[in-house]
């Protein structure tokens, strides 16, 4: 039993498959048990989201997921997609060894640029980490991913929206049917398993899941403890520490830190 299979916590399945005499892979999910976790993740941690933040979200969490379970196994990767005129920047991470993804809204110090940037990080086993950076317009994750793929991914895709939480990726392999790919509608993309000869690849699970805990923000906030412990806690006895990936809150005490930092100590002599 993998790890994934053996957690207790929730998962769902994307089925892909490849669609013959097209040479497209088809993958596609109705994302509603994912959005369930994403909205306990939401009450858990008291964080408010508006409605324009959260639709943003929602989409990009479906696209990159559908995204992650087209790559290999053994990648770790992470989109963020920076929109401009409003500000907002969309956090995606995930793990496709472990069907895991993420994802957070940032608001607040985002960077101002001439044009929106869509960027991915990813790693692949040992090797270094792979960045890439490409320009897109208007305000849809779709379409950003799209654009994505036509410049970095040397290969071309379309993501669809074919209910209001049900989203889908057709992605070109060598040889495919360029005038049929273009011309694909919602609707012919919900026909496809009966228009087409479409035959099942794999179902990979995916889950809700960041990987944050009380040790890895301890882990992080311990060089600025060492350097100042004024400035991280300013006079206050405790604090409270967001999560980069997924905005989850943690409560750090300064009696917690201390014994964190001769722990730290005793286990390096």
């Known amino acids: 039993m993998s790890e994934l299979e053996s957690t207790s916590e929730p ?61 290999p196994r053994n990648e770790v990767l992470a989109w963020t997609i920076n929109f401009q005129k409003p500000l907002l920047n969309l956090f995606l991470g995930g793990d496709t060894e472990m069907g895991a993804v993420v994802g957070r809204v940032f608001t607040e110090n985002v960077k101002e640029a001439e044009e929106n940037i869509f960027y991915q990080e990813v790693v692949r086993g040992n090797k270094p980490m792979h960045r890439s950076v490409v320009p897109f317009e208007g305000r849809d994750p779709l379409s950003a991913a799209e654009m994505f793929y036509e410049r970095s991914e040397q290969r071309p895709a379309r993501f669809f929206r074919l209910e209001e939480e049900t989203f889908a990726i057709v992605s070109a392999h060598p040889d495919y049917d360029e005038d049929w ?23 990979r699970r995916v889950k809700w899941s960041c990987g944050c805990n009380q040790q890895r923000i301890l882990q992080a906030l311990l060089p600025v403890w060492k350097q100042s412990q004024d400035e991280l806690f300013l006079g206050e006895e405790l604090i409270e520490v967001n999560c980069p990936r997924c905005s989850a809150k943690y409560r750090i005490s300064r009696e917690t830190m201390e014994a964190y930092d001769q722990d730290s100590k005793e286990s390096t002599d």
């Open 11 to 71: 998962v769902f399945s994307i089925v892909s498959s490849f669609v013959r005499g097209r040479n497209v892979l088809l993958a596609k999910a109705n994302f509603s048990d994912l959005y369930i976790d994403y909205y306990l993740h939401l009450k858990d941690n008291g964080i408010e989201m508006d409605a324009e933040s959260d639709q943003l979200l929602k989409t990009a969490l479906a696209a990159f997921a559908l995204h992650c379970v087209s790559r």
């Open 181 to 203: 790919f273009a011309a694909l509608s919602v609707e012919d993309v919900k026909a496809l398993d009966t228009t087409e000869e479409v035959n099942i690849l794999e179902t």
